[in-house]
């Protein structure tokens, strides 16, 4: 269940994304509990970023658990992510969404993230968005000073196409050991332009968010969903398998790269349902490129 990053850090191959942790309404005993049962199950790497709940509210409710819980740290990978600038009470004068990867920006990110998580380090930090405006020295000399202070262990991106890596690689010292961003079987973008056989290209394990596409397979509200909605049945039919989501979580993991698929969820039920997807009959080619097909791509 673990994913090798490098030759010093592993995350577990599902990892529970906190982005609506301020939804769950959990106190923070029920926090702590949480994040127990998650490492009893081998889920131990935890996904935040500093916009989550709004001004790192939802790291500070990860941090609380850590407060009462300390020895939880230990056992457990924390990633965070920034780069994205939005109004908000600490930044008053900010009228407009973007991104922002000014080296001071960066700095007190972070340092507020460490705050709010009540940690002294993060063992991921990923950036958030391709910002237009990057000056690719000085986010290299970012990351070195965060990694010399102690802060970040490794570094990664989030949200990237692959020649936006590859920029920030090419004048970056510190190599990215991952990179987050979005499939499902309605939405193949990162097939199409490439970003997952970059993957393969560059020898990283990525981070998939948004596998279910925020609940739009199970609603199947249009002709085009319906149509997914009913191939994917049709499989898990064909591998006897109880839920919609296994399908998918499989369709996900089938792919060389060994993906990390982040859960957007803290329901248990769901989460032993991903569990369950990493077991069991495996899906076939025919079966994975009919999904592919039907969302889409076209092979020649």
């Known amino acids: 269940m673990k994913i090798q990053l490098n030759e010093k850090l592993s995350i577990s191959k599902l990892v529970i994304g906190c982005m609506r942790m301020n939804d769950w309404n959990l106190s923070v005993k029920q926090t702590v ?9 081998g889920i131990t790497t935890f996904d935040h970023a500093d916009i989550y709940g709004g001004d790192h509210r939802n790291e500070a409710l990860f941090g609380e658990a850590l407060q009462m819980q300390p020895s939880l740290r230990e056992n457990i990978q924390i990633v965070t992510k920034c780069a994205i600038a939005v109004p908000n009470a600490k930044n008053p004068n900010i009228k407009t969404r973007f991104f922002n990867t000014d080296k001071q920006y960066v700095l007190e990110q972070v340092n ?25 020295g000085e986010l290299n000399e970012t990351l070195q ?23 920030l690689q090419k004048y970056t010292d510190i190599k990215f ?17 490439g970003t997952m056989t970059h993957c393969l290209k560059e020898g990283i394990s990525p981070m998939i968010w948004s596998p279910l596409a925020g609940g739009r397979l199970f609603k199947a509200a249009n002709p085009a969903d319906e149509k997914m909605k009913n191939v994917l049945q049709n499989i ?8 919609l989501d296994e399908v ?13 698929i982040v859960l957007g969820t803290g329901n248990k039920e769901r989460i032993e ?19 592919l097909i039907e969302a889409g791509y076209t092979l020649w």
């Open 33 to 41: 509990e949480f994040i127990e049962w998650c490492i009893e199950r």
């Open 112 to 136: 507020d993230s460490l705050d709010k998580l009540n940690c002294g380090y993060v063992d991921l930090l990923l950036i958030h968005m391709f910002d237009l405006l990057i000056d690719p």
């Open 145 to 167: 000073q965060l990694k010399s202070e102690g802060k970040v262990n490794y570094f990664g991106l989030s949200n990237h196409s692959p020649l936006e890596f590859d920029t």
């Open 177 to 193: 050991v991952t990179h987050q961003f979005m499939l499902n079987p309605l939405g193949i973008q990162n097939y199409q332009n």
């Open 236 to 243: 898990r039919q064909e591998l006897n398998l109880e839920h």
């Open 248 to 260: 998918v979580y499989k369709w996900i993991f089938k792919h060389a790269s060994n993906p990390a």
């Open 273 to 291: 349902r991903a569990l369950t997807s990493l077991e069991g009959p495996q899906m076939t080619r025919e079966q994975w490129y009919k999904i």
